[in-house]
């Protein structure tokens, strides 16, 4: 196996991790935005609910923050333990 392939491989991996992570950081903030946004309607709305709506905003905040972190864990598997670099050693018989 050369090694132009393999940086070629880890260097692919590590802007695709980053791609990944950068979109799943947005998704999380603009999910974020729509529960905020929405924790406000209804308080405009019927302002007595309160305090069974901002349990629900930080329940389903609690949601939106754990999504990232999913997203974390499998990025680092990529990084770390990178399958395509063992598919290609097993491709080419290395």
């Known amino acids: 196996m050369s090694p132009e392939l393999l940086v070629s491989i880890y ?4 802007i695709s991790v980053g791609i990944i992570l950068a ?11 729509l529960i905020c946004s929405k924790y406000i309607e209804g308080i405009a709305r019927q302002p007595e ?15 939106m923050e754990a999504f990232p972190m999913i997203i974390l864990g499998m990025s680092m598997w ?11 050693k097993t491709a080419l018989g290395g």
């Open 78 to 88: 990529f990084v770390f333990a990178n399958p395509f670099a063992g598919a290609v």
């Open 11 to 14: 260097s692919s991996t590590a």
């Open 23 to 33: 979109a799943a950081g947005l998704g999380s903030a603009l999910g974020w935005g």
């Open 49 to 63: 609910m309160r305090p069974q709506l901002m349990g629900q905003m930080l329940f389903t905040g609690g949601l």
